[in-house]
């Protein structure tokens, strides 16, 4: 019996960032460290010349590590997330006026990244109402209560992580790794997967599968392996 035919989404890490432009809004995945891109990131840091780049993310990494390996290199102008301060360096671009930021509470930047990948424009919320995270945004009652609107999010480019990939781009994830990443999946134009591992198409039980092929425009093997519960990069062949 012939083999099927797939559409041939796996690439190098290089071939992938090169869709990075600069000026590029740039959604990643990641909670702390967990379920970051390691491998694409690193990329960005040694060979794309893309600046000025907003990326949205829960954090940027810790210093030296995940996302913030681009302070440093000067390729981000500004970060939208929740938790910049487990970073000593992003605080220290933000305090020199190398990197702006925009603050969104945890729960409020996941829906408007889910809202953006749904095709809605926006959502009001009462997280943030009287705050100055809530200036210039318009506001409505409802219910004799207060709510702010909310815009839904939507990026260029999507860098996710994922654990497994089949050969058609289906892919699952491990644990709280899959934190922001599914949603991330939705919401750009251009998405690139970085998996653990990639196995045959059938080998994916379908109930485990989270983000549907459809969504995957191309995938790269991670680099690392992970060793005592944490990511490290894999030794060199030569």
Known sequence: MAQPIYKDKFTSAEEAIANIQDGDTVLVGGFGLCGTPFTLID?????????????????????????????????????????????????????KGELEIELIPQGTLAEAIRAGGAGIG?????????????????????????????????????????????????????????????????????????VDEIVEVGELHPESIVTPHNYVDLIVQSSYEKKGGVYVEKPSRY
């Open 43 to 95: 990329t960005i840091a040694k060979q794309n010349d893309a600046r000025n780049l907003t990326v949205i993310s829960n954090n940027l990494g810790e210093a030296g590590k995940g996302l913030g390996k681009l302070l440093p290199t000067g390729h981000l102008k500004k970060a939208v997330g929740s938790y910049f301060t487990s970073n000593r360096d992003a605080v220290k671009a933000w305090k």
């Open 122 to 194: 926006g959502f009001y919320i009462k997280t943030a109402v009287g705050t100055h995270l809530a200036e210039g945004k318009e506001e409505k009652i409802f219910n004799n209560e207060r709510y702010i609107l909310i815009e839904g999010i939507r990026g260029k480019i999507a860098l996710i992580k994922a654990w497994k990939a089949d050969r058609l781009g289906n892919l699952v994830y491990d644990k709280s790794a899959r934190n922001f990443n599914p949603m991330m999946a939705t919401a750009a134009d251009l998405v690139i997967a970085e």
